[in-house]
């Protein structure tokens, strides 16, 4: 819960923007070098170019550039680690129920590429004559070349389970140099702290708690520790509860939660890292670039990869920094 330290009519041009009294934080910098452009991550392996989760997605994302693959994983039925995000399988397949009611086996034959529309009008649904099955962690680790980093978004619960099957699947592949876990929920944190050679981004609510009370305040209280992964959405909207002597007031805000501001805070330390997720238009990659965030989280490498491709070449490759004017 936040009280807010503007007047609430200022409510969302704050969050939209940057904070009241930002100015109390450092500004990066305005210029950004076409050499170290946001790096592109797959979401989903790339869920708006090929059905998400799959090996075909993973294939494309390789092909389209990306400099990461992020995956969902869920457990089957019989312990193994597998890709997939929806609760239910109808969700994007031609099968019922939950991930958890099938074995890696039965999963290995299920469509998930069964609700992709393709762009092609004359063949709306490409992937039902030509399916694309779910796949394992270990099949998906083994399609990705060991060059290129992986982070897994856990989302079964509870997490112990999966922690304890994701870790041994990591240690079978000689995969925990390359690999970033990530979850919506903090229990993941706690249980992959058995595992020292874990990788982990903070908690969701750790970097969202931080990002609106910098919004709001223009301060920085509590950055980041040092070498902190950090992942939370570049535009969402927010409900901000205010607390009244005759009672409280909620305010929905469409809110972009990285600025100026808020990427001082989390650079307050060294080598913290910054994904800024759903990042799918030009527009929003050049204000990542400007603003100096590590990655960005996109739906569609293919696309995103001929954006960066251009700006790259509209500051002259490696030699110019971009100009940003206001894009931040």
Known sequence: MFRSVCAASALSAVLLVSACGAGSAAQPSVEASASTLPRIVAHRGGTADAPENTLEAIRLAIANHADAIWLTVQLSMDGVPVLYRPADLSALTDAKGPVASHTAAQLAHINAGWTFKGSDGGNPYPYRAHPAYIPTLSEALRAIPAHIPVMLDMKATPAEPQAQAVAR????????????????????????????????????????????????????????????????????????????????????????????????????????????????????????????????????????????????????????????????
């Open 169 to 328: 699947v990591l240690t079978e592949e000689d995969a925990w140099s390359r690999v970033t876990i990530y979850s919506t929920d903090a229990a993941y944190q706690r249980s992959f702290a058995a595992y020292p050679q874990a990788r982990l981004f903070e908690s969701r609510d750790a970097t969202r708690l931080r990002l609106v009370r910098t919004l709001l305040s223009g301060k920085c209280d509590d950055a980041p520790a040092a070498h902190t992964w950090t992942a939370f959405e570049l535009h969402r909207l927010l409900k901000i509860k205010e607390e009244f002597t005759l009672g409280e007031g909620l305010s929905e805000v469409n809110a972009t939660l990285w600025t100026p501001a808020t990427v001082a805070c989390f650079r307050q330390q060294p080598d913290v890292r910054i994904v800024a997720i759903a990042v799918n238009n030009a527009d929003d990659y050049r204000a990542m670039a400007c603003l100096g965030v590590d990655a960005v989280l996109s739906d569609s490498p293919r696309q995103m990869s001929a954006i960066r491709a251009s700006l790259a070449a509209s500051s002259g490759g490696q030699r110019k920094p971009i100009e940003c004017g206001d894009a931040q």
